[in-house]
């Protein structure tokens, strides 16, 4: 079992830094339009050759309330109507998407996100399943990994039931805060009665796994209101946690422009939440898996990572990294072997292109050869906390000290920090070091020298 984390303040002084959370390397902020539909086509047809399992990711961008910490893709409305002509465009990408792929290849993991996915009516959600299991082969076991994202405020036992009777076993449900106070400041008023009854119901219902979401950081939250949260969360023993930092980036996302920054935690303050949070949770048995999240010993994502087969991408933290992701719908992200691509995050442009018979790809990336060694390290020292340098050489065939021989100034000083442990054979990233693991990571990225780096969130 990996070693509990250790809370060390001065180093996360030193090397709480901006940077990428690495779902991806390259990131997003490298891509560009000269990526379309043709490299998205040769990436199908490569897909299809090697019949590689598939994960679909079906992006809902509506929701009936705005919640102002929100930096998600989304189209606020009250309009039910407005769901119809995009539920007819995605189909049609389901549709030009499939035709370029082999039916028999299997959708190991499937994730509906958002928006709300739950602001779909119950025939929309069944229409567009049917869709999916129409084109795509998705398995009627009960054995892959098909999630949805749920706000307990548009969710309902009937809701639940229709969810599983769909084939979903995995729920992911925004809690966020509990405080009335917090809830107020981000326009998000949600009761715990809520959050329970929907939790009561995907239990009853035998969902396989139940993911809470929370944010510290936000208006309103203290230390001590914030561990009530945690404690009121833990009561409900969730299967896995994420705990997100909340960056606030007004002039990037318009929705926390209502945010006062007045009434936003200080940054000592900050970091005794997550200090009291790890504290909260490891008391309740939860294991860190890194990057905010927290599991069960007996959860997919812990086993695996003892296995060390856990692996990262646009979804997170998951045990389907081998799988091809197709993502669908406005602003979602495919990585399908070496291709990278996102369609429009425009609504009108994605439905434009698809009345057209055209999909929206509008931008990505190919990666190089040096792409592919550095995202392999990245996704190992993330994911493990350990890179074995032997196992790279003898992967990408190169000398790994050689290689990378400008950055072991780095290393080296992050070693004596006790950030990592650097021999001439591995990188061990230490106990103190792992809720810092994002620095170790950028010291491997390519890009980010020239990248501008407001535009990411700071490490904790």
Request: charged share 25%; with cysteine.
């Amino acid at each position: 079992m990996l070693d509990a984390i250790r809370w060390d303040t001065d180093l996360i002084r030193r090397y709480d830094l901006a940077g990428p959370r690495y779902t991806s390397y390259p990131t997003a902020v490298q891509f560009d339009s000269q990526v379309g539909t043709f490299d998205l086509f040769h990436a199908l047809r490569d897909s299809r050759k090697a019949l590689r399992p598939l994960s679909l990711y079906v992006h809902v961008p509506f929701c009936a309330n705005i919640c102002y910490y929100c930096a998600c893709n989304k189209v606020i409305t009250k309009d039910r109507g407005r769901a119809l002509p995009y539920l007819q465009r995605l189909e049609q990408e389901i549709q030009l998407i499939a035709c370029h792929l082999d039916p028999t290849q299997k959708v190991e993991q499937l994730h509906f996100g958002g928006g709300t996915p739950t602001f779909l009516s119950h025939d929309e959600l069944r229409q567009l399943m049917a869709q999916l299991r129409k084109h795509f082969n998705l398995l009627d076991d009960d054995s892959g990994d098909y999630g949805i994202e749920i706000d307990p405020r548009e969710a309902d036992w009937s809701t639940m039931g229709l969810l599983r009777e769909l084939g979903f076993n995995r729920v992911s449900i925004g809690v966020q805060d509990l405080d009335p106070a917090v809830q107020r400041a981000v326009n998000r008023l949600q009761s715990l009665e809520e959050t329970r009854g929907v939790i009561d119901a995907a239990r009853t219902l035998q969902f396989r796994s139940i993911n809470i979401d929370l944010i510290y950081g936000l208006p309103k939250q203290t230390p001590e209101n914030f561990a009530r949260t945690v404690d009121e969360v833990i009561s409900l023993q969730p299967d896995r946690l994420s705990v997100f930092n909340y960056a606030h980036l007004p002039e990037r996302f318009m929705p926390q422009r209502r945010i006062n920054g007045n009434d936003l935690p200080a940054p000592a303050q900050k970091l005794e939440m997550l200090q009291r949070t790890i504290e909260q949770l490891t008391a309740a048995g939860y294991r860190y898996i890194g990057m905010d999240h927290f599991a069960l010993p007996d959860d997919d994502l812990a086993i695996a990572q003892e296995e060390s087969t856990l692996q990262r991408n646009f979804q997170g933290y998951t045990t389907h990294g081998h799988c091809d992701l197709i993502g669908l719908g406005v602003s979602a992200i495919s990585q399908i072997g070496d291709l990278y691509c996102q369609n429009s995050s425009d609504l009108n442009q994605y439905q434009n292109a698809l009345a057209s018979a055209q999909l929206a790809t509008s931008r990505g990336l190919i990666c190089t050869a040096d792409d592919r060694l550095r995202r392999a390290v990245i996704q190992q020292l993330i994911c493990h906390f350990s890179l074995e340098f032997l196992e790279i050489e003898r992967v990408f065939n190169i000398d790994f000290r050689g290689y990378f021989a400008e950055l072991w100034p780095q290393l080296l000083d992050m070693a004596e920090d006790g950030l990592i442990e650097l021999d001439n054979e591995r990188i061990t990233v230490q106990p103190a070091g792992r809720l810092l693991v994002r620095s170790v990571c950028m010291v491997f990225d390519a890009y980010l020298e020239h990248t501008n780096r407001q535009r990411f969130s700071r490490v904790i």
